[in-house]
């Protein structure tokens, strides 16, 4: 199996609303409504031109305990220079099963910046600085998380959001967890896990995903073995840790993994 490396969190001065200023000028200490971020185009040139000006999308910064202190362009939150710092914000994974309890997974489009060819979980993006996407504590979170899966499953894979409704959507858990894509790029992120059991009409986005295929449990270990393939670092670290025992519960007991307040440090 061939990933990408992972590394956990390091000791960096803790980001607050008191010095995230000092420390990081690009970011917005009030969550954005709908401005621009400016960026060096040197940082983003030679890339593709749609995965460019999605960069400019604003991202919610938050401390380690995931509290919102700001926001700041998705291209501030994922240079590697940002993230040795301590730059942190919140994202969600999806994890979308079928009526045969199999998981759907996406290849990422080589034109993505971060991550590309990569294989992960459902849909994998972030929550908006908007109104309706974020929120200060846990329940407003978890609902501004859901409808951010929403836009983005339609987004990226062309699910309606008809098909998969908010309240179908299950909050498990939060992993915060640190990972480089290359020598510019990476992820530091509070990570929301979301489970959802729908049958959906596909038409993926081909400068989002590449391929999609629906796995077994099984077949997903098999995956694994394959060094061929290459998967996100935050997928990886789900299925080290509690994918499959998750999994297990789809139909039953899952209610006891749902709803965690404390947040797991990867």
């Avoid at 390091?10 to 621009?36: K, M, Y």
């Avoid at 009409?201 to 590449?210: F, T």
């Avoid at 996100?232 to 499959?244: D, Q, R, V, Y």
Wanted: proline share 4%.
């Amino acid at each position: 199996m061939s990933t990408t490396t992972t590394t956990t969190t390091t000791q960096t001065e803790s980001i607050t609303a008191e010095n995230v200023i000092r420390l990081f000028p690009e970011v917005d200490t009030h969550l954005a409504t709908s401005h621009r971020i400016q960026t060096d185009e040197n940082d983003l040139q030679g890339y593709d031109e749609e995965q460019v000006r999605l960069m400019e999308e604003v991202c919610i910064v938050t401390d380690k305990d995931d509290k919102p202190i700001g926001s700041a362009s998705k291209k501030v939150c994922h240079l590697m220079k940002n993230i040795d710092r301590g730059l942190l914000h919140r994202a969600f994974s999806v994890f979308l099963f079928d009526s045969k309890n199999r998981l759907l997974l996406q290849q990422r489009a080589s034109e993505k910046i971060t991550f590309p060819d990569m294989w992960t979980n459902t849909c994998c993006s972030h929550p908006l600085g908007v109104p309706g996407e974020t929120g200060s504590d846990l329940q407003t979170a978890v609902q501004g998380v859901k409808r951010a899966a929403q836009r983005k499953l339609d987004h990226e894979l062309g699910i309606k959001a008809k098909q998969v409704p908010l309240q179908d959507f299950k909050y498990l858990t939060r992993i915060h967890y640190k990972a480089p894509s290359d020598g510019k790029w990476g992820e530091h992120e509070i990570d929301y896990i979301l489970f959802i059991k729908a049958n959906v009409d596909l038409e993926p986005s081909p400068n989002e995903v590449q391929d999609t295929r629906y796995v077994s449990a099984e077949e997903m270990k098999e995956m694994f073995k394959d060094n061929t393939l290459k998967f996100t670092p935050w997928f990886k670290l789900i299925c080290e840790s509690m994918l499959f025992e998750w999994w297990k519960h789809l139909e039953s007991g899952l209610e006891k993994y749902m709803g965690e307040t404390t947040i797991r440090r990867m």
